[in-house]
């Protein structure tokens, strides 16, 4: 079960955690992220294999959209929809044995289809797939190339691998306090 850590505030700034499915506590999510003040400095830790593409985009935007200054920190997954906010957050650390995994948008429907929705759905799927990919490509300062390689089929990166790709930074887990290794990358 997802959930969403209640925020806590520290000299560093607010702290939220995103664990677990996005989708099932979407506006839990979405409250949460309203409560912070908009362009405040803080820090996201993510532990979620995704969930929802739409509930991603609906954080990454929300993100974006308050001018949140946040940092963004794979505790252990961070994968699928959950890439969309963590790609949204400015600053980005991983250790190298945090796992994240791209792969092209699915489909699933847990309600009858009739014919004529199937084919919408498909037609939308195909934009939703580009689109997502697009925004990631641009949030992560990536070639689209290389985001496209590495979800088709799917890939799972670790923390090395996306650092040694430029879209994070690495943090060593022994290397003394992380939040002192944060606080040492400048804003």
Same mark, same amino acid.
């Given at each position: 079960?997802?959930?969403?850590?209640?925020?806590?505030? &520290?000299?560093?700034?607010?702290?939220? !955690?995103?664990?677990?499915?996005?989708?099932?506590?979407?506006?839990?999510?979405?409250?949460? +992220?309203?409560?912070?003040?908009? #362009? &405040?400095?803080? =820090?996201?830790?993510?532990?979620?294999?995704?969930?929802? !593409? %739409? =509930?991603?985009?609906? $954080?990454?935007?929300?993100? #974006?959209?308050?001018?949140?200054?946040?940092?963004?920190?794979? $505790?252990?997954?961070? &994968?699928?929809?959950?890439?969309?906010?963590?790609?949204?957050?400015? @600053? @980005?650390?991983?250790?190298?044995? !945090?796992? $994240?995994? %791209?792969?092209?948008? #699915?489909?699933? &429907?847990?309600?009858?289809?009739?014919?004529?929705?199937?084919?919408?759905? =498909? #037609?939308?799927?195909? *934009? $939703?797939?580009?689109?997502?990919?697009?925004?990631?490509? @641009?949030?992560?300062?990536?070639?689209?190339?290389?985001?496209?390689?590495?979800? @088709?089929?799917?890939? %799972?990166?670790?923390?090395?691998? *996306?650092?040694?790709?430029?879209?994070?930074?690495? +943090?060593?887990?022994?290397?003394?306090?992380?939040?002192?290794?944060?606080?040492?990358?400048?804003?």
């Amino acid at each position: 079960m997802g959930r969403f850590e209640h925020q806590s505030h &520290s000299p560093h700034g607010w702290e939220i !955690a995103i664990a677990g499915d996005l989708t099932e506590k979407q506006s839990d999510l979405i409250e949460k +992220l309203l409560e912070v003040a908009p #362009r &405040s400095r803080g =820090t996201i830790f993510f532990d979620s294999c995704g969930g929802s !593409a %739409f =509930t991603g985009l609906g $954080l990454a935007t929300l993100i #974006r959209m308050r001018g949140l200054k946040a940092a963004g920190v794979v $505790l252990g997954e961070c &994968s699928s929809a959950a890439l969309l906010p963590f790609a949204a957050c400015p @600053r @980005r650390y991983v250790t190298a044995h !945090a796992s $994240l995994f %791209f792969h092209p948008v #699915r489909w699933s &429907s847990e309600e009858d289809v009739i014919l004529e929705e199937a084919a919408e759905w =498909t #037609r939308h799927f195909k *934009v $939703l797939e580009n689109g997502l990919d697009q925004i990631l490509a @641009r949030l992560f300062n990536l070639p689209i190339e290389t985001l496209i390689s590495w979800s @088709r089929p799917g890939r %799972f990166l670790t923390g090395t691998d *996306v650092a040694e790709a430029g879209i994070a930074q690495l +943090l060593d887990l022994y290397g003394g306090d992380l939040r002192d290794q944060i606080a040492g990358h400048v804003w």
